[in-house]
């Protein structure tokens, strides 16, 4: 089956420091990969749409200037997180979709592992 | 998700069926997913229901969908203590392909 592969799944950084995430397609291209966010007891926000070779589309309400996408080959999305702070601490979550209808569900959403990110 | 409500807790004891309910209020929706997460883990897909089925069942797991009222529920027979973990129900939101969640249920199986 498709397996998304989500890096790192535990950060901890400090206040106004970057940090990065990736979200990569092991065996499947992905035109599209979406990022999530989860506090604590809540569900699954959409932060953004991945789009390969485009510009993402942010969620109403996502600074894009806060949290790069870049997706930049089929198989790689990544997220930054730019001078984060203590309330960017939050679960992160990617998911990927087949580029060609495969997989066992519809549009195949695969979801990674998720990252926590803990900013001090 | 606002449009997309379930319970937030259930308590079963192992061995008994839990039933996880959820409401929804985009009709429009094509397709219908009942998702499982585990402590710390990303999102594993249990089932998914097509919009022009009324029941889907798999092996332990059935899925209801009542398109009249918006309520999408899923049985879980016989649980277990591995079965403790969050539940979501999501719809694909057709226009954008966007997967929409709902709030999540914690189901918790008492041994």
């Known amino acids: 089956g498709a397996v998304v592969s989500q890096h790192p799944s535990r950060v901890i950084c400090k206040s106004g420091t970057s940090v990065k995430i990736e979200c990569r397609s092991l065996d499947f291209q992905a035109t599209t990969m979406f990022w999530y966010r989860q506090f604590p007891k809540q569900s699954l926000m959409l932060m953004a749409t991945?789009?390969?070779?485009?510009?993402?589309?942010?969620e109403q309400g996502v600074e894009k200037d806060k949290f790069l996408i870049n997706h930049a080959s089929l198989t790689l999305s990544t997220l930054t997180v730019t001078s984060a702070h203590p309330e960017d601490s939050s679960f992160y979550i990617c998911s990927a979709s087949p580029t060609s209808s495969q997989g066992e569900d519809p549009y195949g959403y695969t979801f990674g592992s998720g990252t926590r990110l803990t900013v001090v | 998700g606002e449009d997309v409500e379930q319970s937030l807790f259930l308590s079963v004891r192992e061995g008994d069926s839990s039933v996880i309910n959820c409401t929804y209020t985009?009709?429009?929706?094509?397709?219908l997913y009942w998702y499982k997460q585990e402590p710390g883990a990303g999102l594993q897909l249990l089932t998914y229901?097509?919009?022009?089925?009324d029941m889907k069942q798999d092996q332990r797991l059935t899925v209801l969908l009542n398109k009249k009222d918006k309520h999408l529920s899923l049985r879980i027979a016989d649980t277990q203590t591995g079965d403790s973990a969050i539940y979501f129900c999501a719809h694909l939101r057709d226009s954008s392909y966007k997967l929409i969640f709902g709030s999540g249920t914690r189901l918790l199986v008492r041994p």
């Open positions: 985009d009709s429009s929706s094509t397709y």
């Open positions: 229901i097509f919009s022009n089925m």
């Open positions: 991945s789009n390969e070779g485009s510009k993402a589309t942010y």
